[in-house]
């Protein structure tokens, strides 16, 4: 009950559609209780020889007018409150959305996206359930059942209604302590449901790893194995289901043969009349939806409970990216200086970057190289402030980072990952994402410094091509060249390329890197790359690695160092020559 109670603030916003509503429920509880009564009149009319066509007709139409109402004003109630409650699952997860896309990198490490999505979906459905069908079951079986109860006892026996009520708090408990074994088991058989089409979807999408290695025979093995546990687990849930029929139907029974034997021995003592009987019966029908719901209630509101409370708990998550009192709201120019002595992730013991000094003039370009690993994702990660440092500061147009609102911060940046990510839409709408205003005109020349242009044109439907799963499949480099558009056209101050033009070939990431010099001649530019052709034309070139500076200075200063940077550089030349062909 305690969740009604946090639900208030809710119930309050939706007063009018919740009192109407409660108010029709209890309207349709007190209709309900005169059928019961014309059955009686028209029985005992019949019984006793004095039923007139007449009065016959009468009843009858009283019967079905009756009908027609409850019809009606059961629909009404039905609008109102499961209404009211779609409108809760859609506040809470739009705020729970608004949540997530605020949510630090760091949150999303130390959470499975799994569990995310079923926050979003199962546990909000079950607090909708309990503002819904909890809200309804409690009214219905408190009223319908109070009024029942009363009309059995006070206007036909309240012996009868005693002996007869007996079984029922037992069903009430049946349906409760069934329906958390119902549940418990079906939430296993879900689970194990939705591994089965995990594997599925990792072998569609992985089809070609699969044949490669020849491991089909092993996948449908492993896939065997899973829908059996699938079977397994349903089958347990059918046992309880099972049980759960025949239980409430054998207490039902029990409970109406009480009515009858006890009922007709007091007909025979003309202690009731036949008419009372048949109406004490059909109330004991009508009684038993409201012991029924009566133990669903518990149910609904455990679950709901245990949902609100995570729910809850994920909105109360801090967005641990702070910004300081006071900061500011200008975008910096693209001075970058990093004077910091170590990071390590956190969670993590091993210091990933260590004594990291570097400064970058604005309009200069930085290249950054080193091994897989060696640090130079964090280092932009860092600066964009997805983790924060512990000590020592990082600086972009003279002022630190963490004394920038996020938003001006983010303004100054444009970042191309490494793992480019584009979402199923349109090409123009997938370079348009941070500024969706844009011109036709100014993503044609983006996409022209990205050197795209020309691809784009070849697609069916140009700039209008879908890309994805129903449009157009694109290839590693295309998709990096568009996503680097997609950072060119917000004219960044500071635009960072995170080793995002491996899938490009040689040629064509020398024109791209040349028309963003000529382009972005005043403005800044961080590239870190395998490939040391990449930045060979950089002001400040460092070497990476395992977190330090091992190298520094420009092309010839490092060429003439002869350490890594230089023996790496001539390998690297010597392959391409030899890709090329020549000697
Ligand atoms: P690079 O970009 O040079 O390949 P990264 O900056 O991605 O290198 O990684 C540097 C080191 O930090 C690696 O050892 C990597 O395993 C570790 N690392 C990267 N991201 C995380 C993270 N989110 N949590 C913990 N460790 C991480």
Known sequence: MLLFKDLIWFFKQEKKSYGIGILVLVCVALINLFPPYAVRVI??????????REILLKWSLLLLGAGFIAYGLRYIWRLLIFGASSRL????????????????????????????????????????????????????????????????????????????????PLMAWSTSHYGTMLHKRFYKAQAAFSDLNDKVLENISGVRVVKAFGEEEAENEAFRLLSAEVVKKNIAVAKVDALFDPTIQLIIGIS?????????????????????????????????????????????????RASYDRVNMLLKVKYEVLECEGAKDEVPDGQVVFEMASFTYPGTHLPVLDKINIAVNQGHTL???????????????????????????????????????????????????????????????????????????????????????????????????????RGVTLSGGQKQRISI???????????????????????TEKAILQGLKEKRSQKTTLISSHRLSAIEHADLIIVLHNGQI??????????????????????QQLESLIEEGGE
Request: proline content about 2%.
């Open 43 to 52: 029985v005992d009319g019949a019984s006793k020889g004095n039923l007139t």
């Open 89 to 168: 699952g859609r506040l809470l997860r739009k705020q729970l959305f608004e949540h997530f896309t605020r949510l630090s990198p760091q949150f999303y490490q130390e959470h499975r996206t799994g569990d995310l999505m079923a926050h979003a979906t199962n546990d909000i459905q079950a607090i909708e359930m309990t503002a819904g069908m909890g809200v309804l079951t409690l009214v219905d079986s408190l009223t319908t059942g109070s009024l029942v109860i009363f009309s059995m006892a006070f206007f036909i026996s309240w012996k009868l209604t005693l002996l007869t009520l007996l079984p029922m």
């Open 256 to 304: 109406f043969f009480l009515a009858i034997a006890f009922g007709a021995k007091e007909v025979v003592n003309e202690k009731l009349t036949f008419g009372q009987l048949t109406q004490f019966t059909i109330y004991l029908g009508q009684f038993i939806w409201p012991m029924l719901a009566f133990g669903w209630l518990f149910n609904i509101l455990e679950r709901g």
């Open 367 to 469: 290249g950054i190289v080193g091994k897989t690993g060696s640090g130079k994702t964090t280092l932009f990660r860092l600066l964009m402030r997805e983790f924060d440092l512990a000590e020592g500061d990082i600086q972009i147009g003279g002022l630190s980072i963490y004394d920038l609102k996020l938003g001006a911060l983010r303004a100054a940046i444009g970042y191309v990952p490494q793992d480019n990510f584009l979402f199923s839409t349109t090409i123009a709408e997938n370079i348009a994402f941070g500024k969706p205003e844009a011109k036709l005109e100014e993503i044609k020349a983006v996409a022209d410094l990205a050197a795209i242009h020309e691809d784009i044109l070849q697609f069916l439907d140009a700039y209008g091509t879908l890309v994805g799963d």
């Open 485 to 507: 558009a997609r950072a060119l056209l917000l004219q960044p101050e500071i635009l960072i390329l995170d080793d995002s033009l491996s899938a490009v070939d040689a040629k």
């Open 550 to 571: 091992t190298e520094r200075g420009s092309h010839s200063d490092l060429m003439a160092i002869e350490g890594w940077y230089a023996s790496t550089y001539r390998s």
